[in-house]
């Protein structure tokens, strides 16, 4: 059996909707007790002996098989450990997940702008997949992402023995995906243009880049409307899946996405804007649609967000 077809236990359940945090004990210095592993590690920062010690004997901190670890044990070689984590504190994002279609084996949202797909770094609880977890299960797990400040069609599953076909549709591109954005109008792009060019994003960095090389990121972009303020709506259907990839293309083409905080420039005071509680200026790009072929039934599937992005807001 495939490796994605196996059935993984997972050593801890899911808490509140959250998953259990796994840490990878080093032996980078030399082997040491699990105890000091686990106070050296960055994710645990903050943390006391006291507050291991503590979780430990309530069988919050386990091994690969789900078993309590041994915190005087001498580490000697890179083990995973799985262990719950604090929920760091989070402004609520005001804005509720719709709920498009559900059945034995989908779950299809309507993601609000700011909501993040999953669980990284300071969001958690403010996600799409905790909020749906505590709603339908902890089965619930995502198909696909959107970028936390993209709203629209996402698509998650509800059963691990079908996630792997569906999410096998993605990565083969088998899926056709089509977003609106509002931006200032560009009338040469009336007709459509195709963008095609090489990008790539560097950890720590912001932004995406253009650069040299085989070509990576594929977009066709073209401009529905005008409206009387001079912003246009724009049709856009990504061909490729990288990062950023249609708010760069955009940026690019000399229409950048209202309210984008990175593209064509870094605007600091709206990328911290949320993290304050201010919700007044999202970045106007909507998943709008996405269309396949079931791997199970054979069906033409077809979700439609429900949301609009007209410059009054997008909730």
Known sequence: MSRRGRRRIKPLAARDGVDATRVVLRTDSGPRSVLDSLLLAPLLAGWTADDIRSRAESGEIVDSDGRAVDLEAPVTRPTPV??????????????????????????????????????????????????????????????????????????????????????????????????????????????????????????GDLCARVVDGEVNAVSDIGLEFTGADGLGMYRLRPQTGRTHQLRLHMAELGAPIIDDPLYPEVDRELIVAPDHGDFSRPLRLLAHSVEFTDPFTGEVRRFVSERTIDRLGAE
Not at 106 to 112: C, T, Y
Not at 146 to 169: K, N, P, S
């Open 82 to 203: 799985y262990l719950y984590r604090d929920l760091p504190q989070e402004f609520a994002v005001p804005f509720q997940v719709s709920v498009l279609h559900v059945d034995d084996d989908l779950l299809v949202v309507d993601k609000p702008h700011y909501l993040a797909t999953m669980p990284r770094g300071s969001h958690v609880a403010q996600t799409a997949l905790v909020r749906m977890r505590r709603e339908f299960g902890d089965e619930v797990a995502p198909v696909h992402r959107l970028d936390r400040l993209t709203a629209g069609v996402l698509i998650f599953t509800r059963r691990r023995e079908v996630r792997g076909a569906y999410q096998d549709l993605f990565a083969q591109r088998q899926v056709t995906k089509e977003y609106r954005a509002l931006a200032p109008a560009v009338s040469s792009l009336a007709d459509g243009v195709r963008v095609s060019n090489r990008i790539e994003k560097t950890a």
